[in-house]
């Protein structure tokens, strides 16, 4: 039997390159089995490097101090936010909506709630997550479950519930941080009040900290609750395993302590984030579209 040269001096074995042969006959015999054939044509943004490590971030100078101080944190020193890892993300497509879409036409800020049910004293991943935003120039409120009453028929009027619920009023978009066990924040912003949805249409990112291995149980249950409330989840979503191993010290010099390490995790966070700016940019000013409803239509016509 005669072989090509290059079988011949045995780089390609014969019996190689028929089962090669065999096995894309069979591949294509089966189909397409990653279903390319049914994807659309996906066009990339055109990137514009001037905005790449971009910042929007709200200054002092331009704020309410008293703002500031209550619901900012997460904020950390100058020489420590101008060179740690929020700032050198490359977040070239969100900046460039934020200021196109917003900020050069005079628009408000995106005003982004975030709400954490950590049993301690705070919340590490929310900060980190809220920092992200805030460099994308949107107005971030971290509220404070400290005081929160449990919840209850009778005390809508306690001062943490009623502030809780004005800044759910306040937002366009949400961000909800859980541990594994979750505390009881959502309970007291209600699906509804009277005809009024407070929370309708409204964008909504959710991330959880483990303290075992990876988990999706409370996010999928936050996206549940999401749904419920009215809310247009984002499809992306974050969770964090074995949370005491990816968090640098408390006391680290360098980035201020208690610091996101770099991971894929933490890529993940960023992408949720950036997705949220992105969503409620295109979402917000169609918020009461969602609120008009055929069938509510109708009961208005029976009432008539």
């Known amino acids: 039997m005669k072989f090509p040269g290059i079988l011949k001096r045995g780089l390609i074995p014969a019996t190689r390159l028929r089962f090669t042969g065999h096995m894309q006959t069979t591949i294509r015999n089966m189909g397409d089995l990653n279903n390319t054939e049914a994807?659309?044509?996906?066009?990339?943004?055109?990137?514009?490097?001037?905005y790449e490590f971009k910042s929007f971030a709200i200054r002092p100078c331009d704020e309410d101090q008293d703002i500031r101080k209550r619901y900012r944190p997460f904020l950390l020193s100058d020489e420590i936010s101008e060179s740690d890892w929020v700032s050198k993300l490359e977040?070239?497509?969100?900046?460039?909506?934020?200021?196109?879409?917003?900020?050069?036409?005079?628009?408000?800020?995106?005003?982004?709630?975030?709400?954490?049910?950590?049993?301690?004293?705070?919340?590490?991943?929310?900060?980190?997550?809220?920092?992200?935003?805030?460099?994308?120039?949107?107005?971030?409120r971290v509220y404070d479950p400290a005081g929160l009453p449990v919840k209850d028929d009778e005390q809508h009027?306690?001062?943490?519930?009623?502030?809780?619920?004005?800044?759910?009023?306040?937002?366009?978009?949400?961000?909800?941080?859980?541990p594994e066990q979750h505390g009881n924040l959502i309970d007291w912003i209600p699906l509804s009040t009277g005809s009024v949805r407070p929370t309708q249409g409204r964008t909504l990112a959710i991330a959880q900290v483990?303290?075992?291995?990876?988990?999706?149980?409370?996010?999928?249950s936050l996206r549940i609750l999401g749904r419920w409330m009215r809310m247009f989840t984002?499809?992306?979503?974050?969770?964090?395993?074995?949370?005491?191993?990816?968090?640098?010290?408390?006391?680290?010099?360098?980035?201020?302590?208690?610091?996101?390490?770099?991971?894929?995790?933490?890529?993940r966070l960023v992408d949720c984030m950036e997705e949220l700016v992105k969503y409620t940019i295109v979402m917000?000013?169609?918020?009461?579209?969602?609120?008009?409803?055929?069938?509510?239509?109708?009961?208005?016509?029976?009432?008539k």
């Open 39 to 50: 994807m659309r044509e996906h066009v990339k943004p055109a990137h514009d490097s001037t």
């Open 91 to 140: 977040l070239a497509t969100a900046a460039k909506m934020v200021d196109t879409e917003l900020l050069v036409q005079n628009k408000d800020r995106l005003k982004i709630l975030v709400l954490y049910g950590s049993l301690r004293a705070r919340s590490l991943l929310a900060y980190e997550a809220s920092r992200i935003l805030f460099r994308l120039g949107c107005d971030v």
């Open 157 to 178: 009027d306690h001062p943490k519930v009623r502030e809780l619920r004005e800044l759910s009023k306040w937002s366009d978009g949400h961000v909800w941080i859980s």
């Open 210 to 220: 483990n303290g075992g291995s990876q988990s999706f149980n409370a996010v999928n």
């Open 234 to 267: 984002i499809a992306n979503q974050s969770s964090i395993p074995q949370a005491w191993t990816h968090f640098t010290d408390a006391n680290d010099p360098v980035d201020g302590g208690n610091r996101l390490k770099p991971s894929s995790n933490r890529d």
């Open 284 to 303: 917000r000013p169609h918020f009461d579209l969602f609120g008009d409803r055929f069938s509510e239509r109708e009961e208005a016509k029976v009432k």
